[in-house]
């Protein structure tokens, strides 16, 4: 897989349910991002994890980062009908300054 | 809560003609990004931009394209002669340090060359 990649590519599951989507990476990094995006709207800054970190939470949310298997995931834990959106990784690494490579996104329909 | 604001939200423009697209960063951040997202594909970068110079591009980012912090509040991109190709939404995005810190993006502008 590319730099960034999402799985899986969707997801629907009902209002109060958890999300778990998962973000794969090759090369070494120096920060991994996850971004919402509503349907033909602007990319909204989630959470920022660093290399050096393992696990953040940011109210619902949830972020893991496994560096030795160059991997991500987000939890949306107790969803609502709002969460549905695309959800998005971005990696930076130190080589390449703060350009952000992003992943294809996983699009979460929560039904309500 | 500050946000990177970006005008317009809409632009039509034929073929060959130039197209700048404008964003306000938010004011006391110093690193400025221009990204696009061709319809059904993922977010490129395009450039970066610190001290009044571009610090990184893309492949993309080729001779039709420039960017310009013509004041202290805003951030222009400038495709001089527009291709059917640069039909995508254009995303800003500024951060507060280079490293270590989220880049906060606008909601974009979708530009459709005819």
């Known amino acids: 897989s590319q730099q960034g990649e999402e799985d899986p590519q969707a997801l629907s599951i009902q209002e109060g349910e958890n999300a778990t989507m998962n973000c794969s990476y090759k090369t070494s990094i120096n920060n991994l991002q996850w971004y919402r995006q509503n349907s033909g709207r602007g990319l909204v800054h989630l959470i920022l994890?660093?290399?050096?970190?393992r696990e953040k939470h940011s109210g619902r949310l949830r972020v893991t980062l496994d560096t030795s298997k160059k991997s991500s995931s987000l939890l949306i834990t107790a969803s609502r009908a709002a969460d549905t959106a695309s959800y998005f990784c971005a990696t930076d690494t130190k080589a390449a300054g703060n350009k952000l490579t992003f992943g294809g996104g996983t699009r979460v329909l929560v039904k309500p | 809560e500050p946000e990177v604001t970006q005008t317009p939200s809409h632009q039509v423009t034929q073929m060959g003609q130039e197209v700048i697209l404008r964003c306000v960063p938010i004011s006391n951040h110093l690193y400025f990004y221009w990204y696009r997202q061709i319809l059904g594909q993922k977010v490129e970068f395009l450039v970066s931009f610190y001290n009044n110079e571009i610090s990184e591009k893309s492949e993309i980012f080729d001779d039709q394209f420039s960017v310009e912090r013509p004041d202290g509040s805003n951030f222009t991109l400038k495709i001089r002669s527009t291709k059917l190709e640069d039909s995508a939404m254009y995303f800003c995005?500024?951060?507060?340090?280079?490293?270590?810190?989220?880049?906060?993006f606008g909601d974009g502008t979708r530009l459709s060359i005819l």
């Open positions: 994890i660093r290399s050096n970190e």
């Open positions: 995005a500024s951060s507060a340090r280079e490293l270590n810190q989220p880049q906060h």
